[in-house]
């Protein structure tokens, strides 16, 4: 697979919450849940679950914009989030990725990390 078809079908699983793991690689790097935090989480079990506590919190994800050259990719992508405390906002992330050998390698995610913290926390 390009890089291209590794994203479309990572999002299409993502959305739909099944099958997306198969294009992640075992050495898998991530970078952006806590932007503070600049050390990536490596490995393919770590990003699992960091995605099946980031799903609880969004009903549907878009890839609105995907700019790939070779095995590099710039994807704005828009959330639907629905938050524990009943909010509900469109969220748009940038996320950059690195493909090679048709696996997803790395991801680094930018959001407003603000909101996303003020509609997480207890009150």
């Known amino acids: 697979m390009t890089t291209r078809e590794m994203l479309e079908f990572y999002y299409q699983g993502l959305n739909a919450r099944s099958n997306w793991e198969p ?72 996320e950059i990725w690195t493909g090679r050998n048709g696996k997803l390698t790395s991801l680094t995610i930018f959001f407003d990390t603000a909101t996303f913290l003020t509609n997480t926390q207890p009150g």
């Open 23 to 94: 294009v992640i690689a075992d050495d898998f790097r991530f970078v952006g849940g806590d932007m503070t935090k600049t050390a990536p989480v490596t490995g393919k079990a770590a990003y699992v679950a960091i995605i099946q506590r980031f799903s609880r919190l969004f009903a549907a994800v878009r890839a609105k914009e995907m700019i790939v050259e070779g095995d590099r990719a710039f994807v704005r992508a828009s959330y639907d989030f629905t938050f524990p405390n009943g909010k509900t906002i469109k969220g748009e992330v940038a």
